[in-house]
């Protein structure tokens, strides 16, 4: 995929917000600090156009990244803050779970997670909610550059495993560092357009 523009269009608390023009979307979900914003950033070739790190506190929004003018990446805040007190999780998961359970044109989730370790409880809620409501997924297995190659299989073993990944969801290797995986995400999600 080649990425001639990319550009922020709204950044949502409410779904009278989202843009109403019915291109493809793309969420991107993951755990705060996976590498959620350097994945999106790499893929459309940008240094810092997703923020990295939204800190728990601030407004909590959907950010819709128009690309190519064609569809949507829609960054979904992160999950997994110890600190983020039982209301603001609430808030947090009504919005999410009322936009990918209702969302005519989200076509797939991007779920981030880290190669390096085994998927985290939230990680596996996540994923258990995603196909409790069927929606396809993409698992990208970022931080690639901070193992060896020698130990990606069994990596991605124990992500496919702990995850419990079903058939047709592919689990892509990928770094933000060094660009791997990078095309095979692409084709993943031009596959799903
Ligand atoms: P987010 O909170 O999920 O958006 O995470 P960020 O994209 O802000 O990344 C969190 C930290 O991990 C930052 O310090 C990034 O530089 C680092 N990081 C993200 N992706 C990679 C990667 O593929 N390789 C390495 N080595 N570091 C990464």
Redesign the pocket.
């Known amino acids: 995929m080649k990425v001639t523009s990319a550009e922020i269009v709204i950044s949502a608390v409410k779904p009278e917000q989202y843009p109403n023009n019915h291109l493809p979307e793309f969420a991107l979900a993951?755990r705060?600090?996976?590498?959620?914003?350097?994945?999106i950033n790499k893929m459309i070739n940008r240094k810092n156009l997703?923020r990295?790190?939204s800190k728990p506190g601030k407004t909590q929004t959907l950010n819709f990244f128009l690309i190519n003018e064609s569809f949507y990446f829609v960054d979904v805040p992160?999950y997994g803050f110890a600190k983020v007190s039982k209301k603001e999780r609430e808030a947090w998961g009504k919005m999410i779970e009322t936009y990918l359970t209702t969302r005519e044109q989200l076509r797939a989730v991007v779920l981030?997670v880290d190669l390096r370790h085994a998927p985290t409880k939230d990680d596996v809620m996540m994923y258990e909610f995603l196909k409790h409501y069927e929606i396809p997924t993409v698992i990208i297995a970022?931080?690639?550059?901070?193992i060896p190659r020698g130990k990606w299989q069994k990596h991605v073993k124990v992500v496919r495993e702990t995850l419990n990944v079903v058939e047709g969801d592919p689990v892509i290797i990928?770094?933000?560092?060094t660009g791997q995986g990078k095309d095979e995400a692409w084709a993943a999600l031009q596959q799903r357009m």
């Not at 705060?32 to 994945?39: D, R």
């Open positions: 993951g705060s600090n996976v590498g959620k914003s350097s994945f997703a990295t790190s992160g981030i970022t931080k690639a550059d901070k990928f770094s933000s560092e």
